[in-house]
């Protein structure tokens, strides 16, 4: 592929921040209301990203290739292990004083957004086949999400945190594998495939609208004396030594091209938004993992396009 300008990696990266900044103008409108969301987000995970999937893996030659069907989930294990844990070693520096709050800082700053963001980008900048290779490598990040992540929080997840890993879009990575595997697309009703296919692409579009509404109902708690301070910790940590180390990993691991591809947006990305809802609901504190998703996400808009255009020189992606 053609070597990259900041210019154009800037420019693939601006519509992600501009569907979410039209989520926030919809809310402030009362266009997309909160009543709205629950009926949306059970349309976008249990349909809408399923359909994306099977789009994108199925006929799909990366992932029959057995280093993408084994190496990318590990890869997406580790990714948080590192991030996590260096969270956590920096965590009693930040000047928050409960625990439940240095707690959830180690967990919010140390996941990075693994979807919603990270697969428009990958499909603007690299090959398609690059996008099912991200699904599976997020089969990782959703095992250490709710292993890692609620050990994190303090809360050791029994049966019914673990059940959240049988959701429609693991099990959509799983059956679409199998499918893949045997070439059942080849079978398949060309229509079938057509619908699937434009279902699938508004997924993130959506998505993307929902955490910008999301983000507007929160802003909120941004405004607080400590915000300052929380956000430079979490941007220094999550934008600027975590994508070090998942970078020299994506460098000098045995890993394909398509999970370095992967690996170099994944590395540049601001915390995701669903742990502020895993800190409401295990006991963190839903207002500091606020105000790192907002910090890092306006700061992202900045390092983002650095960080990805550094990764694809310095791994050979261009």
Not at 129 to 134: D, I, S
Request: charged share 15%.
């Amino acid at each position: 592929m053609p070597s990259l300008t900041l210019l154009q990696v800037f420019e693939s990266v601006l519509p992600v921040f501009i569907l979410a900044g039209v989520g926030v103008i919809l809310r402030k409108v009362e266009w997309l209301t909160q009543e709205a969301d629950e009926s949306l987000i059970r349309v976008v995970v249990n349909v809408l990203t399923p359909c994306l999937i099977f789009d994108r893996v199925l006929n799909n030659d990366a992932l029959k290739r057995p280093e993408n069907l084994l190496v990318p989930p590990v890869m997406g294990f580790l990714g948080i292990a590192v991030g996590i844990g260096l969270c956590w070693v920096f965590r009693r520096r930040i000047g928050l004083k409960s625990d439940a709050e240095q707690r959830t800082f180690a967990l919010v700053a140390g996941l990075q957004n693994y979807g919603y963001v990270p697969f428009p980008l990958i499909l603007q900048l690299f090959p398609e086949e690059t996008t099912g290779v991200l699904f599976v490598h997020n089969l990782g990040v959703d095992i250490a999400m709710w292993s890692l992540g609620l050990i994190t929080l303090g809360h050791v997840g029994g049966f019914k945190a673990w059940r959240r890993l049988l959701n429609a879009p693991i099990l959509s990575i799983l059956t679409a594998l199998a499918l893949n595997g045997v070439r059942a697309q080849e079978v398949m009703p060309h229509s079938l495939l057509t619908s699937i296919s434009m279902l699938g692409k508004c997924a993130f579009p959506l998505g993307l609208v929902l955490s910008g509404a999301t983000m507007a109902d929160q802003s909120r708690e941004f405004r607080s004396s400590q915000t300052i301070r929380v956000v430079a910790w979490a941007s220094l940590l999550r934008l600027g030594l975590i994508p070090v180390v998942l970078l020299a990993m994506a460098k000098w691991l045995p890993v394909s091209i398509e999970l370095r591809r992967v690996l170099a947006i994944e590395a540049a990305m601001p915390a995701a938004v669903f742990p502020v809802v895993m800190a409401r609901q295990y006991g963190g504190h839903p207002a500091t993992a606020v105000r790192i998703v907002i910090g890092t996400s306006f700061v992202g808009l900045v390092t983002i396009p650095l960080w990805i255009r550094a990764a694809i020189g310095w791994l050979g992606l261009s």
